[in-house]
């Protein structure tokens, strides 16, 4: 007994132990945090993709263009419009040609002007192309429903696949707090036979394994921190800026979600581990 637990003493194979705890849990912080900022951004990824869809509304072929004015100041006033762009026939004539893949002389150009409206979600379609039908300035509305449909199919994949990111965080941020646990229970029976009582070595031995818990969780989030940026910079930052989030967007929230981890772990009673108190009473 005294050379297992050795009488409260700093033993070679308990300080590895101990090492081997803190290592752990500065992986699994680290682990936490990429689950969170994915889960973030694949947030605005789907935010990004609902928000794109769209509506081509083809003018007459004899309205002003002061009239075409009024129609976009209209139509930016419709609730569900995100807003619009209006797109001369010679762009759409262009647009033609290069979808086609061939030449088609300019003055066989049979397409109007017309105006892109963006809304702010593909549900709003149907009740605004109806008001939109019923102005004698509009020769027609389109729909691009495949487009609508491969959005709608995105945004139920991506809601997915962030909802078990959000899962995993969860399930790590627990693991976290039973490898804190683990710690405690090892800093309990290096000291088992220093005299104190059961509940005096436990409360002891916690708040000697709480500076430690928190060092890591924040070695770990600043390692992950400066992987985020990194990665940001070099490998998505040219093609895929527009999806990752800033570092003062992530910052905040995961810096919140470990915080709530150490509050865990400070209010959480220790004895997880169902360390037999030897029969002591409470």
Not at 26 to 52: D, G, H, M, R, Y
């Amino acid at each position: 007994m005294d050379k297992l637990f050795g009488f409260g003493k700093e033993i070679s194979y308990m300080n590895r132990l101990n090492n081997k705890v803190f290592y752990s849990l500065i992986v699994i912080i680290l682990t936490f945090n990429i689950f969170i900022t994915f889960s973030l951004n694949i947030n605005k990824a789907i935010a990004e993709n609902l928000n794109n869809s769209f509506i081509i509304v083809d003018l007459q072929n004899n309205i002003e263009q002061e009239e075409k004015n009024e129609l976009e100041k209209f139509l930016l006033k419709l609730n569900g419009v995100k807003t619009t762009r209006f797109m001369d026939r010679m762009e759409s004539f262009k647009n033609l040609q290069d979808d086609l893949n061939i030449s088609i002389p300019k003055s066989t150009n049979p397409l109007s002007d017309s105006i892109l409206v963006y809304l702010k979600t593909g549900a709003d379609l149907n009740k605004i192309r109806e008001i939109i039908e019923a102005k004698p300035e509009i020769k027609e509305v389109y729909k691009n429903e495949e487009h609508i449909n491969l959005v709608e199919g995105k945004g139920l994949t991506c809601g997915a696949i962030q909802i078990g990111s959000v899962i995993l965080a969860v399930l790590l941020g627990i693991v976290s707090i039973l490898i804190f646990n683990l710690g405690v229970g090892l800093e309990f029976l290096n000291n088992i036979n220093l005299g104190e009582s059961y509940k005096d070595n436990i409360k002891n031995s916690k708040l000697r394994k709480l500076l430690p818990y928190t060092s890591a969780t924040i070695i770990g989030l600043l390692i992950f921190f400066n992987l985020y940026l990194l990665f940001r910079k070099y490998s998505f930052l040219s093609h895929y800026d527009f999806v990752m989030l800033s570092f003062k967007e992530i910052a905040v929230w995961n810096i919140i979600a470990v915080a709530f981890l150490n509050f865990l772990v400070w209010i959480l009673p220790v004895n997880l581990l169902k360390i037999d108190d030897g029969g002591e009473d409470d």
